[in-house]
Nanobody, 124 residues
Framework: QLQLVESGGGLVQPGGSLRLSCVFS????????RGWFRQAPGKEREAISC????????VYADSVKGRFTISRDNAKNTVYLQMNSLIPEDTAVYYC?????????????????WGQGTQVTVSS
C-alpha cells in the first residue's frame, strides 16, 4: 500500500510563496507519476500539475502555469510544489496523488492513491 503525506500549507499574503511537500512511503516508490490537485470550498477537485516517474515530463494547468513548479526527489521519496505569486483564488485544500501507470496526465481518474490534504489560504 502506498501512503502519501502532505505538508507545507498555511496562511500567506497575496503575492507570497509557499512550498508544499508530499512524502511517499510503501512499495514501488519510484515508478509512479506524482500529481498535485486542489479543492476549494463548494468546487470540484481540480488538477494542478504532475510529474512523471523519471522527472523529465511535467504538466501544468493553465491557472498555475508560470507561477507553480513541480519537482521530485526520488532519493527522498518526495514531490514538491513551489507556489509563487499566490492569489486569493489559490485558496484550497491541496492534495498529492500517485498514478501507478505513470501516465503523466491531469486526469483525476488516472490517480490511484491520495493524501489527506493540506490547507493553503491566501489572504491579506
Amino acid at each position: 500500500q502506498l501512503q502519501l503525506v502532505e505538508s507545507g500549507g498555511g496562511l500567506v499574503q497575496p503575492g507570497g510563496s509557499l512550498r508544499l511537500s508530499c512524502v511517499f512511503s510503501g512499495r514501488s516508490l519510484d515508478v509512479y507519476t506524482r500529481g498535485w490537485f486542489r479543492q476549494a470550498p463548494g468546487k470540484e477537485r481540480e488538477a494542478i500539475s504532475c510529474i512523471n516517474s523519471r522527472g523529465d515530463k511535467t504538466v501544468y494547468a493553465d491557472s498555475v502555469k508560470g507561477r507553480f513548479t513541480i519537482s521530485r526527489d526520488n532519493a527522498k521519496n518526495t514531490v514538491y510544489l513551489q507556489m509563487n505569486s499566490l492569489i486569493p483564488e489559490d485558496t484550497a485544500v491541496y492534495y498529492c496523488a500517485a498514478d501507478s501507470l505513470d501516465l503523466a496526465t491531469l486526469n483525476i481518474h488516472d490517480y490511484d492513491y491520495w493524501g489527506q490534504g493540506t490547507q493553503v489560504t491566501v489572504s491579506s
